[in-house]
């Protein structure tokens, strides 16, 4: 089988950085996504990661260690409207669909 | 808006009823994909196309689900004899092959279904 575990709820302060981990085990690993998700809105794509080391685009960054089954989301600088959901999602080799942890509510404090 | 469109938003139903629901995706992309999300949970993939055949399907889809791509365009997802375990908020995506195999998905805005 496969599972993906990560942080229910995590608080933050505005400006600060936040890290949102993932552990995952699952067989025929691929890739890593992250998304984010609005209350009522469409999970929106972050970022991806299928190598070893760290993908940074604008204020977050993701991480993968495929030997520890184990990334992580980084937002620096944070704003009020970050606050939202984050998925992690697992790709495998065998298929394009995304299997999709239970989420990170991020709360972001004034 | 060229993104992925969604119809109906949202539908109310009595449990036994039919119902389907219609997703578009962005022209170009030839995957299309259906998830289910219930409140507090990631979403939870239900099956996807390539163009218009169906390639996978999750052992969670119940015979009452059904899903359609005659086309390899818009697709349909229909819930026979719906329950109230059917509840949920069902999402389509869409992506194409030109980005590699870690391809994006781009989510359309979900459809609310509420069984009663």
């Known amino acids: 089988g496969q599972s993906l575990e990560q942080p229910s709820e995590v608080t933050a302060v505005e400006g600060a950085i936040v890290q949102i981990n993932c552990t995952y085990q699952?067989?025929?690993?691929?890739?890593l996504s992250w998304y984010q998700q609005h209350d009522g809105g469409a999970p929106t794509f972050l970022s991806y990661?299928?190598?070893?080391g760290l993908e940074e685009t604008g204020r977050f960054s993701s991480f993968l260690s495929r030997s520890d089954s184990y990334g992580y989301l980084l937002l620096q600088e944070l704003q009020m409207k970050d606050s939202a959901s984050y998925f992690c999602?697992?790709?495998?080799?065998?298929?394009?669909?995304?299997?999709f942890g239970s989420g990170t509510r991020l709360l972001v404090r004034p | 808006d060229t993104g992925v469109s969604q119809d109906p938003r949202h539908k109310i139903t009595k449990r036994g009823q039919n119902v389907t629901f219609r997703c578009d995706p962005i022209?170009?992309?030839?995957?299309l994909y259906w998830y289910r999300q219930t409140l507090g949970q990631g979403p939870e993939f239900l099956t996807y196309f390539q163009n218009e055949a169906q390639l996978e399907k999750s052992r969670l889809l119940s015979d009452r689900f059904s899903a359609e791509r005659p086309k390899g365009s818009f697709s349909t997802l229909e819930i026979q004899r719906t329950e109230q375990g059917d509840s949920a908020m069902y999402l389509c995506a869409s992506s194409y092959p030109g980005q590699g195999a870690g391809e994006t998905q781009y989510f359309g805005p979900g459809t609310r279904l509420l069984v009663l």
């Open positions: 999602a697992v790709k495998k080799d065998s298929s394009y669909k995304l299997i």
């Open positions: 699952t067989s025929g690993f691929y890739g």
């Open positions: 022209s170009e992309h030839n995957r």
């Open positions: 990661n299928a190598l070893d």
